[in-house]
């Protein structure tokens, strides 16, 4: 069983950066796919970013591209993903994923393990 430990939330004024970790423990497992996902109250779950485990392909949601930066520690076992020029409606909870499709996914579906997710907001 994979366990997610995501870190690094918390409260940052717009224009503002936070760095999130995930961190992956816990027994050995091949994993394709490392995602990060966000859910707004009173909104849906959406993908933000993801990469393959050897660190290419890496896909972004619109509404971040250019903003945020997805990169992965091979030796730690640990993904980031860099929030740069942040906005009020980047405020969300935010989750790591982990997949064993060897595709870097924007679907929910094909992401097996969950973190229990970080708190973001961005203040106007």
């Known amino acids: 069983q994979v366990q997610l430990v995501e870190s690094g939330g918390g409260l940052v004024q717009a224009g503002g950066s936070l760095r999130l970790s995930c961190a992956a423990s816990?027994?050995?497992?091949?994993?394709?796919?490392m995602g990060w996902f966000r859910q707004a109250p009173g909104k849906e779950r959406e993908f933000v970013a993801a990469?393959?485990?050897?660190?290419?392909?890496?896909p972004y949601a619109d509404s971040v591209k250019g903003r945020f930066t997805i990169s992965r520690d091979g030796a730690k076992n640990t993904v980031y993903l860099q929030m740069s020029s942040l906005k009020p409606e980047d405020t969300a909870v935010y989750y790591c994923a982990a997949g064993t499709s060897p595709h870097a996914s924007s679907q929910l579906d094909r992401y097996d393990y969950w973190g229990q997710g970080t708190q973001v907001t961005v203040s106007s």
């Open positions: 990469i393959k485990w050897s660190g290419d392909s890496t």
């Open positions: 816990r027994g050995t497992f091949r994993t394709y796919t």
